[in-house]
C-alpha cells in the first residue's frame, strides 16, 4: 500500500497562487490514477482534479483554467498548481491513488490510499 503525504498549503490572497505537492513512498506511483480532492467545512469531498495511469487530465470545472496536475520533478511525486485562487478555493486538499476505471476517475471511493490533507486558505 502506497503511502501519500502533500505539502505546499498556506494563507493566501485571492488572485495569489500555491503549489501543493505529494510525495509517494511504499510503492511506485506509475500505473495508477494520481489525484487531487478537497473538503471544505461542512462540504463532503470533492473531486478537484487527476492524472489517470496513461497521462491523461481531468479537472473539475470550477478549477479548469487555474489548476494544473502533473507530475512532480522528484521521483514518486506529483503537484498540483494552483493559480488565480478565490475564497471559494479554501479547503483542505487530499492527495489520493487508486485504479478507477475511466467512467469513476472523479468518484473518491475509487481511491484507496490517501494523504493527510493540507489546509488551503484564500482569503483578503
Known amino acids: 500500500q502506497v503511502q501519500l503525504v502533500e505539502s505546499g498549503g498556506g494563507l493566501v490572497q485571492p488572485g495569489d497562487s500555491l503549489r501543493l505537492s505529494c510525495a509517494a513512498s511504499?510503492?511506485?506511483?506509475?500505473?495508477?490514477?494520481k489525484g487531487w480532492f478537497r473538503q471544505a467545512p461542512g462540504k463532503e469531498r470533492e473531486f478537484v482534479a487527476t492524472i489517470s495511469k496513461t497521462g491523461h487530465t481531468y479537472y473539475a470545472p470550477s478549477v479548469k483554467g487555474r489548476f494544473t496536475i502533473s507530475r512532480g520533478n522528484a521521483v514518486n511525486t506529483f503537484d498540483l498548481q494552483m493559480d488565480a485562487l478565490r475564497p471559494e478555493d479554501t479547503a483542505v486538499y487530499y492527495c489520493?491513488?487508486?485504479?478507477?476505471?475511466?467512467?469513476?476517475?472523479?468518484?473518491?471511493?475509487?481511491?484507496?490510499?490517501w494523504g493527510q490533507g493540507t489546509q488551503v486558505t484564500v482569503s483578503s
Open positions: 489520493a491513488t487508486g485504479r478507477a476505471i475511466l467512467s469513476s476517475i472523479r468518484d473518491p471511493n475509487m481511491y484507496s490510499s
Open positions: 511504499g510503492s511506485t506511483l506509475s500505473g495508477i490514477n
